[in-house]
Each structure stands twice: as structure tokens, then as C-alpha cells.
């Protein structure tokens, strides 16, 4: 029993970490879309940034064109 939670803890700490750096890049997205008044479309960790996929609306009768971002998590 004792080798199993040091075990446990090397496998489930990576995962837990990426789960915050995930709810970073969610939040961070997030807040992108909103200062650009788009559509949020997808989010990926990339390192410590991440990469933020956006739907900007047309402008003047232009289509909606979509941007790929890189924002702080």
C-alpha cells in the first residue's frame, strides 16, 4: 500500500497541473473574445502561451473571418 500513493501522486500531479494550465487558457480566451467581440471557436495550451482560435465579425458587409491568437494562460 505505501508504494502505490507515491506512485499515484507521480502519475496524477502532471495531470492535475494541466488541468489549471487549461482553465488558464480557457479564462484567458476568453477574455480575447471578448475584447474583440468574437466568437470564441477553440483554445490550445501551446507551451506557457496559448493558441486561440476567434471568429471576428465582418465588418462594412464583410464575411466573419477567422483569427488564430496567441494569448498569455
Not at 12 to 35: M, V
Amino acid at each position: 500500500m505505501k508504494r502505490i500513493l507515491p506512485i499515484f501522486l507521480i502519475f496524477a500531479l502532471p495531470l492535475l497541473a494541466g488541468t489549471s494550465s487549461a482553465a488558464d487558457c480557457t479564462s484567458a480566451a476568453q477574455k480575447a473574445a471578448r475584447q474583440e467581440n468574437a466568437e470564441l471557436l477553440s483554445v490550445e495550451a501551446s507551451g506557457s502561451d496559448c493558441k486561440v482560435k476567434l471568429l471576428l465579425p465582418g465588418k462594412n458587409g464583410e464575411p466573419p473571418r477567422v483569427v488564430t491568437k496567441k494569448v498569455k494562460g
